[in-house]
T-cell receptor
């Protein structure tokens, strides 16, 4: 059974960089699939942040592209999200996910982690 | 970006009712559409992919239809565990975008 677990600071100051890691168990990232990040502001809808293939090729949402970096560490079987220059608008629950169908659909989700941007 | 618009935004129904939720894309997306169910404090769960394919393990009372710009999710006979928020998501082009959600409440 594939399991994903997000970790990282729950509070980030404005203008700083948000950093999250997703640890994967039950499947080796190097074996394939796309892996991604999706966020959900409190009480609001879902936003696709970006994704990475096991080989390292990435796709980022253009609305966030200048601030986002997604990377993969196959040796630790984990992938990471960095979002720079955060503001209060980046406050959200951040989900990591395993994608399916050429990176189209989210089949496996992490439990989500709330990141609050506040001084 | 492709805009996804769901209707209604909320709906009240009773156990045993048949419920239909609609999702409209701002441009054609062929059958590149998924439906997710989300319960409070939980991650979403994939119900339907490719507009009408039922994800493994999802009860057959859930069904999806449509192509192009207009799609529907139907729950044939509501069960207590179905009360949740439902989202559509297009996967035709980047960035993949979600509808705003439809909250299904108990009448």
């Amino acid at each position: 059974q594939v399991q994903l677990q997000e970790s990282g600071p729950g509070l980030v100051k404005p203008s700083e960089t948000l950093s999250l890691t997703c640890a994967v168990s039950g499947y080796s990232i190097s074996s394939g699939y796309y892996w991604g990040w999706i966020r959900q502001p409190p009480g609001k809808g879902l936003e696709w942040i970006g994704s990475i293939y096991h080989s390292g090729s990435t796709y980022y949402n253009p609305s966030l592209k200048s601030r986002v970096t997604i990377s993969v560490d196959t040796s630790k079987n984990q992938f990471s999200l960095k979002l720079s220059s955060v503001t209060a608008a980046d406050t959200a629950v951040y989900y990591c996910a395993r994608l399916w169908g050429s990176g189209s659909y989210v089949v496996y989700w992490g439990q989500g982690t709330l990141v609050t941007v506040s001084s | 970006d492709i805009q996804m618009t769901q209707s209604p935004s909320s709906v009240s129904a009773s156990v045993g009712d048949r419920v239909t939720i609609t999702c409209r894309a701002s441009q054609g997306i062929s059958s590149w559409l998924a439906w997710y169910q989300q319960k409070p404090g939980k991650a979403p769960k994939l119900l339907i992919y490719a507009a009408s394919s039922l994800q493994s393990g999802v009860p057959s009372r859930f069904s999806g239809s449509g192509s192009g710009t207009d799609f529907t999710l139907t729950i044939s006979s509501l069960q207590p565990e179905d009360f949740a928020t439902y989202y559509c998501q297009q996967a035709n082009s980047f960035p993949h975008t979600f509808g705003q959600g439809t909250k299904l409440e108990i009448k």
